[in-house]
């Protein structure tokens, strides 16, 4: 299975990016999905997951209300809308497949920088 993230990018804050996270090979569409971000300097923290069907959802705090993910089975992709950008969500975000326990994904992509200047 192999997870391509793309959609990063620098701006303003309270701007908006959508990062997209395609998956190819032996991807099933069953696997929960999830995007992670990791700070300069920080430890790699939960951002969003998402179930196979998409009725069921799970955010971190911080960006509750702020962020949405949605899945396109048809398409093997994952989204991560992120509306009202804040400096602190500066990061490095990788999306990752297959769950095996909390916070554990068995797969993950590459990574994108989003970078969110005040």
């Known amino acids: 299975v192999q997870l391509q993230a793309s959609g990063g990018g620098s701006v303003q804050a309270g701007d908006s990016l959508r990062l997209s996270c395609a998956a190819s090979?032996?991807?099933?569409?069953?696997?929960?999905m999830a995007w992670f971000r990791q700070a300069p300097g920080k430890e790699r923290e939960f951002v969003a997951s998402i179930w196979w069907s998409g009725s069921s959802t799970s955010y971190a705090d911080s960006v509750k209300g702020r962020f949405t993910i949605t899945r396109d089975n048809a398409k093997n992709t994952v989204y991560l809308q992120m509306n009202s950008l804040k400096p602190e969500d500066t990061a490095v975000y990788y999306c990752a497949a297959d769950s095996v326990g909390p916070n554990l994904y068995v797969y993950w992509g590459q990574g994108t920088l989003v970078t969110v200047s005040s």
């Open positions: 090979g032996r991807f099933l569409s069953s696997y929960r």
